[in-house]
């Protein structure tokens, strides 16, 4: 099978630095017009932010291949949220016997989700797989993997009060889904495919990140689920707010159209009827937080880090937090301010 090499990479990242450098962002005054249009709902308090960051080392991962590239080639403008460093809550469902689906649990962002959820002791959480048994051993085991063109560092999972059920996206039909998801509550979809084979990139980003997670979704629907958060990415619809030739949008969308894929089923989720939170995060980091959290409002940022921990924060607040609901968060971390550990969110 044709791998997806470091030279291969390096190629890419070479022609995509050229071609980037000849557009610039959008400016000022456009983010900040985005993000008016929301701020009404008291979740968003704008504060303006500029300054460049510079490249460093580099895992083959395809986010963060994007976030370091747009650092050097340009700089940032941010519009964002306050934070906070009050410790997460366990999720307030109405009824102890609440079930929480988990779409792609053994993947770097879905097991930290999957974790969170099991730690709160009165739900029912099911982690959705592929594969049970191996992703039993996968769960149960810290290791570092190659995935394709990313190396990940995995910690183990206590699976004692997790559920794992068959959920595969892309062999499974829309009523194998929803038997798998039976009487969910809630479902965080944090599939996407992994790069590998250059060659069939195309195909498996669509499978996944199109076709799979609409099929999800309408699995959710068919049972009733009330509540629905997907895990996307900043710039996803970069094409129709001046992106589309930034260094972000370009590199990150030379991995299968992966942005392209993740926007029509955006705007599926959006208009299926059923409450939902999309949250975009920058370049995902396995690391623990270094800054603060920065929620920001669609179509808002072209580049920025965030760790998965982070990430999984806020997608379990956003289960149950109605200034989340129907709503797009786009996500980085602040690297600007002292390093600290941040222990939740309270949005």
């Given at each position: ?17 050229i071609a ?9 005054t ?6 008016a249009?929301?701020?009404s ?7 303006e ?8 080392s ?8 994007f976030?370091?590239?747009?650092k ?16 997460l809550?366990?999720p307030?469902?109405?009824a102890a016997?609440?079930?929480v689906v ?21 739900l029912?959480?099911?982690g959705g ?14 290791s ?6 990313m ?6 999972v206590d699976?004692?009060?997790?559920n794992?059920?068959k ?11 929803a ?14 495919f ?5 060659l069939?990139?195309?195909?498996a ?44 949008f ?17 705007n ?5 009827g ?56 786009e ?5 600007g301010?002292?390093?600290q ?7």
């Amino acid at each position: 099978m044709l791998k997806l090499t470091t030279s291969m990479i390096s190629l890419l990242l070479a022609t995509t630095i050229i071609a980037a450098t000849t557009t610039a962002f959008a400016p000022t005054t456009q983010l900040q017009n985005a993000a008016a249009t929301i701020q009404s709902t008291q979740l968003f308090a704008k504060v303006e932010k500029n300054g460049n960051g510079s490249g460093s080392s580099m895992m083959l991962n395809r986010r963060n291949v994007f976030s370091q590239t747009t650092k050097l080639v340009t700089g940032i403008v941010l519009t964002t949220i306050g934070t906070s460093t009050t410790p997460l809550s366990p999720p307030a469902f109405a009824a102890a016997s609440s079930k929480v689906v988990v779409a792609g649990a053994t993947g770097q962002t879905g097991r930290r989700i999957l974790e969170r959820l099991a730690q709160s002791g009165d739900l029912d959480v099911i982690g959705g797989v592929r594969n049970v048994p191996k992703a039993t051993d996968s769960l149960n085991e810290s290791s570092t993997v190659v995935r394709g063109a990313m190396v990940q560092k995995v910690s183990s999972v206590d699976t004692s009060a997790v559920n794992l059920k068959k959920l595969d996206v892309v062999m499974d039909s829309v009523d194998d889904l929803a038997k798998g998801m039976e009487d969910a509550s809630a479902l965080v979809i944090a599939t996407g495919f992994v790069p590998g084979n250059p060659l069939k990139m195309n195909a498996a980003a669509h499978d996944v990140d199109n076709v799979g997670t609409i099929k999800l979704i309408d699995a959710a629907k068919k049972i009733g689920v009330k509540k629905i958060v997907m895990v996307s990415s900043i710039l996803t619809n970069g094409r129709n707010w001046g992106q589309e030739k930034s260094a972000g949008f370009i590199i990150t969308n030379a991995f299968g159209n992966v942005l392209d894929e993740k926007l029509v089923a955006e705007n599926y989720l959006k208009s299926s009827g059923i409450d939902y939170t999309i949250v975009r995060p920058g370049g995902l980091k396995a690391k623990p937080p270094t800054g603060a959290l920065q929620i920001s409002g669609e179509d808002t940022l072209n580049s920025g880090e965030i760790s998965r921990d982070l990430v999984a924060d806020v997608c379990v607040a956003s289960l149950t937090d109605s200034k989340a609901s129907n709503k797009v968060l786009e996500i980085i971390e602040d690297e600007g301010t002292p390093p600290q550990v941040f222990n939740g969110l309270k949005m």
